[in-house]
């Protein structure tokens, strides 16, 4: 255990030395990852699908804040979906200005989980991102989490329909509406991935919350109870097809990760570190602060009973003369 | 000598001016009821157009059936219940808003408040 306590403390200093340098790193990395992925199963714009202009992308998405990277990646997704089919771009640019208008109108810079969602539900471990979100963000990131989810199930449903979706039909000009609306409306899947990852989230932040001892713990292992029976049970009740094994390598996967989150940032919050300079007379500061994750102590309310004591002669002081004088006067 | 008391004190107020003071400064600005107010105004506006485009994508959905039965439909009493969706969606969408915006209005008053008073320390400890 020690051995692990110092292994923290040195990862801490290190990124606390080279934090500058790791942040757009991973940002880099995070945009380079979701590019590839929308390239590599929508990819059907051959001039936006090249590596070098993914690699400009992502290199813009290690500068600019999360939320730029969120809004990129919808625009490269609706070039796609254009190239595609003209009807299948319009329901796109239609789902991407509802989720704007209902969540990112409340929390403009909370777009990471949108982008996680797909990527982790693509390597079939879901859970991963509902979990630690519940343990170090607050309970509105459930919404960003469904929205992901939602995102990932419509895309899945236009690749495996591409063939479809993109010849010329004769059907009517509606047909490729209804096909690619019926990929949503019809999705039990999805509707019981949004429920599960949602309810997660929130069970693992009510009890994050409170000021129980192991309350972390306890979290933890109640979310991926719930994330695992939900899933398990809804996909039995509603007839999907469910893998058991790779059910039960998920939750262990999301252990796994869960439990070294908790381990690097129960006390400390990285995602908000500040850093501030200013000057007094003697010196010029270069400061960084590094918010604490505070639990909320109970609140005490002390009352005391006691019997009031009259005043005798020999305690009465000069403040109570002038009291007295100045009330007098006013009289 | 350093002071740490007095780079804590200024560290946090730094930090605010940094982060928190454009964003927090504007709530305060306003009184809570005019916040408020405003934000709910700017989601009936947003939740209007998003509960269109969901009534289009509903329409586009279902065009084949509204084009044969274009002449059949009670227009009056799908344009009713049309309207009572809309009513309950904005209802609900300006509930969270009302909520959202309080707590944020709250906080940042409590925020600006402990601001002025680090304010106050810091001018404070010059004079001493």
Avoid at chain 1, 27 to 39: C, E, G, P, S, W
Avoid at chain 2, 11 to 28: P, R
Wanted: aromatic content about 14%; glycine content about 6%.
């Amino acid at each position: 255990m020690t051995t692990l306590l110092e292994i923290k403390e040195k990862l801490r200093a290190f990124y606390a030395k080279y934090d500058i340098y790791i942040k757009p790193a991973l940002k880099f990395l995070l945009a380079l990852v979701v590019y590839i992925q929308i390239n590599g199963n929508i990819g059907y714009n051959s001039k936006i699908e090249s590596f070098p202009i993914t690699l400009v992308l992502a290199l813009l998405g290690a500068i600019l804040p999360i939320g730029a990277t969120v809004f990129i990646a919808a625009i490269v997704i609706l070039l796609h979906l254009y190239a595609l089919s003209f009807e299948v771009a319009i329901i796109g640019f239609i789902l991407f200005v509802m989720v704007y208008f209902l969540y990112f109108r409340f929390s403009p810079k909370k777009g990471m989980n949108v982008l996680l969602m797909p990527i982790c539900l693509k390597f079939r471990v879901g859970s991963v991102v509902p979990v630690t979100s519940g343990l170090v963000s607050e309970w509105y990131s459930a919404i960003s989490i469904v929205s992901g989810t939602l995102v990932y199930y419509f895309l899945l449903g236009i690749k495996e329909n591409a063939s479809t979706l993109g010849a010329e039909t004769d059907e009517g000009i509606t047909y490729k509406f209804t096909a690619v609306i019926n990929q949503l409306v019809g999705n039990k899947q999805m509707y019981l991935a949004m429920v599960t990852f949602a309810l997660t989230t929130l069970v693992v932040y009510t009890i994050r919350k409170l000021s129980a001892n192991y309350s972390w713990y306890i979290a933890i292992i109640t979310g991926l109870l719930v994330n695992f029976i939900m899933e398990l049970g809804g996909k039995l009740m509603l007839g999907i097809s469910l893998n058991l094994g790779f059910l039960l390598l998920e939750t262990a996967v999301t252990a796994i990760v869960a439990f070294i989150v908790m381990f690097m940032t129960f006390n400390l919050d990285y995602t908000r570190v500040e850093r501030v300079q200013f000057e007094d007379d003697d010196y010029y500061y270069y400061v960084k602060a590094v918010p604490k994750i505070f639990v909320a102590e109970k609140e005490k309310t002390v009352k005391t009973i006691s019997t009031k004591k009259k005043k005798s002669r020999s305690d009465f002081t000069k403040e109570d003369f002038e009291e007295q004088m100045g009330r007098n006067i006013e009289e | 000598m350093i002071n740490e008391d007095k780079i804590k004190t200024m560290t946090k107020l730094a930090a605010f001016d940094e982060s928190d003071a454009k964003k927090y400064s504007q709530i305060i600005e306003y009184y809570r009821s005019d916040y408020i107010g405003k934000e709910m105004l700017k989601s009936t506006l947003m939740g209007t157009i998003a509960y269109v485009f969901c009534v289009a994508l509903w329409f586009f959905s279902n065009a084949d059936d509204f084009l044969k039965n274009i002449n059949n439909l009670d227009y009056m009493s799908l344009g009713m219940d049309l309207l009572k969706k809309y009513l309950l969606f904005l209802l609900a969408y300006l509930f969270i808003t009302y909520v959202v915006y309080a707590v944020r209005y709250s906080y940042g008053q409590k925020k600006v408040k402990n601001y002025h008073k680090n304010i106050h320390n810091i001018l404070k400890s010059y004079d001493e």
